[in-house]
């Protein structure tokens, strides 16, 4: 059981919404730039959408869950501090050691992962729109959990060659979580 109702989700996310505004578009912003530098991969745009992909772990760990969500649910600093630890692994494998280098290719993991890229961006919000659940109540890409989950998920099967393995155990244990408590907000 939720310690939260769907009333007080959504309202939550009002306010939060209104309040970052407008960090969701450079949040988009940023999404195209790293989607754009997969389609046109060069020399350090691994490093660059690794950043982009930490800076949104680390902005949904710090703001969304320890300063906003922690208002509604007391386990949010604690996923706070493991979307903090995801933006650090993503730091440490992409930008400092310089592991992942993403490519949009037809391979089918590729297409996968823009499948899972466009929907966090754009389908997503827009079940929310058709479910009653518009701007500003909408959990947005980049400054909202589950898109900026989804959206990683398909960044990570966008990366040629091997992944490591650490990179995906918090996104797929916070697809549990979120998943979880969507079935249970119905």
Do not use: K
Not at 132 to 149: D, E
């Amino acid at each position: 059981m939720l310690p939260f109702g769907p009333d007080a989700f959504f309202a939550l996310f009002e306010q939060y919404n209104r309040a970052i505004w407008p960090a969701q578009i450079a949040a988009y912003g940023l999404a195209l730039a790293a989607l754009a530098l997969a389609a046109r991969p060069r020399a350090g745009a691994g490093r660059i959408i690794s950043a982009i992909l930490a800076l949104a772990w680390a902005w949904n760990g710090a703001v969304y869950h320890m300063t906003y969500f922690v208002t509604i649910n007391f386990w949010a600093d604690i996923f706070g501090l493991f979307f903090l630890a995801q933006a650090l692994l993503l730091l440490w494998a992409g930008v400092v050691r310089g592991q992942l280098a993403f490519r949009i290719d037809n391979a089918s993991a590729a297409r996968i992962g823009l499948g899972l890229a466009v929907f966090a961006l754009l389908v997503y919000p827009m079940i929310g729109w058709a479910l009653g659940h518009g701007w500003p109540r909408a959990p947005m890409f980049g400054v909202a959990p589950c898109p900026t989950t989804i959206f990683t998920m398909g960044m990570l099967l966008l990366a040629a060659g091997r992944v490591p393995l650490y990179l995906a155990v918090i996104p797929v244990l916070w697809s549990l979580i979120g998943g979880t408590a969507a079935w249970f907000l119905g």
